[in-house]
């Protein structure tokens, strides 16, 4: 009897565990799925929100919004922020959101959306070279070498004098390249944060500290002056409310779940897919123009990204 019943309860155990592997998985995939195509959605989104709100402005609303449902909810269940979660929140904060979201945001003024996400994508070159100076402490591998090579000839080719379709700028493209370099050091800083291990308080708490820098930068630069919230446009708050669940709540928080179980090399590789998405939409919603330079630009920062994810093994 007593070995019937411990046959039993070892089945049941067994069952218990493969059902929280199984669902593991499932949530794994989930959050992945959404890191690749919610965020490679959320390009168009931004250009449609910033067409009638002012960029730092949308992105600061972003993520009040999205940092404060969540600030709610945790507070409901129990979660209390401690003044060292929030001092470590100023710098992903500011490295993600300020920098990171704001430079995007004010660069999709010039730049289509489709191309940003290119430009994006140079996040995973961005975090290999980062992670070897500042954890391995060794000169990059050649793989590594030949990736970033190949991510900055396919740089040059969208930035390269375009008379007919002017989002070449070299100033846009900077300041989105920027914005990927300081997205792939918040990565980097978040894995050694006070913020590491609760992916709530990191999502919730550098959303609510990047918004206020956002806000006010978007003040002090008076971006917002002239701006009446009646002149908003209906495909402006749509994308804008958008952004808030999808691209801030859904996305940012399978991003800080997933660095906490994945490696940083594999979670980024949301930029493989990101650019392809954001180009289909770009071309399918916005009219964004696809031509010969753009699909050459895609296949040498594809190849980067695959060279730089070989060298990490």
């Given at each position: 009897m007593q070995r019937a019943h411990a046959s039993r309860s070892d089945r049941s155990r067994a069952l218990t565990a493969s059902t929280g592997r199984h669902s593991s998985r499932v949530l794994i995939a989930l959050s992945f799925l959404a890191i690749y195509v919610i965020w490679g959605s959320t390009y168009l989104a931004i250009r449609y929100a910033i067409e009638t709100i002012p960029p730092l402005l949308t992105a600061g609303f972003r993520h009040l919004i999205a940092g404060s449902i969540l600030l709610a909810w945790g507070l409901v269940h129990g979660k209390r922020p401690t003044l060292a979660q929030w001092r470590a929140s100023l710098v992903l904060g500011f490295l993600f959101f300020l920098v990171g979201h704001g430079s995007l945001h004010w660069a999709e003024q010039s730049v289509p959306s489709g191309i940003a996400a290119l430009l994006i994508a140079t996040e995973p070159?961005?975090?290999?070279?980062?992670?070897?100076?500042?954890?391995?402490?060794?000169?990059?591998?050649?793989?590594?070498?030949?990736?970033?090579?190949?991510?900055?000839?396919?740089?040059?080719?969208?930035?390269?004098?375009?008379?007919?379709?002017?989002?070449?700028?070299l100033i846009g493209t900077l300041v989105v390249l920027v914005g990927s370099l300081s997205w792939s050091a918040g990565i980097v800083m978040s894995r050694r944060s006070r913020l590491a291990g609760d992916?709530?308080?990191?999502?919730?708490?550098?959303?609510l500290s990047g918004a206020a820098m956002l806000l006010l930068v978007s003040w002090l630069t008076g971006e917002a002056r002239g701006f009446h919230p009646a002149d908003v446009s209906l495909r402006s708050l749509y994308g804008l409310l958008y952004l808030i669940v999808f691209g801030s709540l859904v996305a940012f928080t399978a991003l800080n779940w997933l660095l906490e179980r994945c490696s940083p090399t594999l979670v980024i590789t949301h930029s493989y897919v990101n650019p392809i998405v954001a180009l289909l939409l770009g071309w399918a919603l916005a009219g964004e123009r696809i031509d010969l330079s753009v699909l050459l630009a895609a296949f040498l920062v594809v190849s980067a990204i695959v060279l730089v994810r070989h060298a990490e093994g």
């Open positions: 070159i961005f975090l290999a070279l980062l992670i070897a100076l500042t954890q391995t402490k060794r000169i990059p591998d050649k793989s590594t070498m030949a990736g970033l090579v190949l991510g900055l000839v396919g740089v040059a080719v969208l930035i390269k004098p375009d008379p007919v379709h002017p989002h070449g700028s992916p709530l308080m990191m999502t919730t708490l550098s959303l």
